[in-house]
């Protein structure tokens, strides 16, 4: 693509050539078929509409410094999108059309995916939901798998810098035996609210606590939450958090560094204690944490101005991996050949 500017690319829509469709029917899903268009032809009463059955994914290609384009751990959101499915009582994608899917799209879209230089990437963003009309709430019979891909840019312009946040304990985006879990609409229909204040107010995203207690530190907006000290690297454990894998990549690669890793409940209060911390999830990869702040109880938990040294090694090896720098030992990156 000469005439697209790269760097200057944020995170938004963008038409590309092609996506990757297919539909479940009768039972089973069919063959994939490439379109270049934009639209999808929907019915009225389709259960994605009105009854949330709905589920999506996030991943990315990058292009090395060898040329070649790789797509990071695209089977492990084929498997996440199937527990969405199950979660919703949708049919489930066999991960190998999920992976075919990904990969057609990518490679038809090969004029965007950016060059290693611009640090920007190419986003997928895969979507499945029920197209079949109900009007009891019922699960729908036909489904619709489709894959769009765009370019994004770095998400850090300036450079690895530090985000405050605030915590909102008037919203819940998912409940203690909720939808959490899943990546689906509804979750995210129930954070606009508490996402439109947080930024009201000047902040970068909402902080989320466990949705019974107000106790214990569940999410960061959309993103997973760790924190460091003492050489550990702590993550919430929770029955609303989604399982981003982003987070469970840091983990392998915090232990792989010699760290120890604690999933387990984190107390609010615990937020002085850290060294570090910071949000995790395919967007940024990591973004690191300045301060969060709890205006209820007019406390302000500051954590550092700059990005720590351990949050610079986690994000500095995984985007190697990422961009085919370091080797892959851990099996990560599908090449695209
Ligand atoms: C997608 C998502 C994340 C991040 O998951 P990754 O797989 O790392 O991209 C975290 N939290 C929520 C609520 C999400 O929807």
Known sequence: ??????????????????NVRCYFRKGTWGELEVSSETHISVHMAATGLHYGQEAFEGLKAFKGKDGKIRIFRL????????????????AELPVEKFAEAVIKAVKL??????????????????????????????????????????????????????????ITRKYDRAAPQGTGTFKIGGNYAASLCANKEAH????????????????YIDECGAANFFGIKNNTYITPKSSSVLPSITNKSLQQLALDMGMKV???????????????AGACGTAAVISPIKSI???????????????????????EKLRAIQYGDEPDKFGWVKIIE
């Open 109 to 166: 879209n090969e004029r965007f995916v950016p060059p290693y230089e611009s640090g920007a990437s190419l986003y997928i963003r895969p979507l499945l939901f029920g197209s079949g009309p109900q009007i009891g709430v019922r699960p729908a019979d036909e489904y619709l798998f489709v894959v769009m891909v765009m370019p994004v840019g770095p998400y850090f312009k300036g450079g690895f810098s530090a985000n405050s946040y605030v």
């Open 1 to 18: 693509m000469e005439n697209l500017d790269w760097k200057k690319l944020g995170f938004g829509y963008m038409d590309t050539d092609y």
């Open 200 to 215: 009201d107010m000047g902040y970068t995203s909402e902080f989320y606590l466990d949705a019974k207690e107000k106790k």
């Open 75 to 90: 089977d492990e959101n084929a498997k996440r999108l199937q527990s969405s499915c199950r979660g919703t009582l949708m």
């Open 262 to 276: 604690e999933a387990r409940q984190i107390p609010v209060e615990e937020l002085t204690t850290f060294e570090e």
């Open 293 to 315: 702040v709890d205006i209820e109880n007019d406390k302000t938990y500051f954590i550092s101005e700059e990005p720590g040294k351990v949050c610079k090694q986690l994000y």
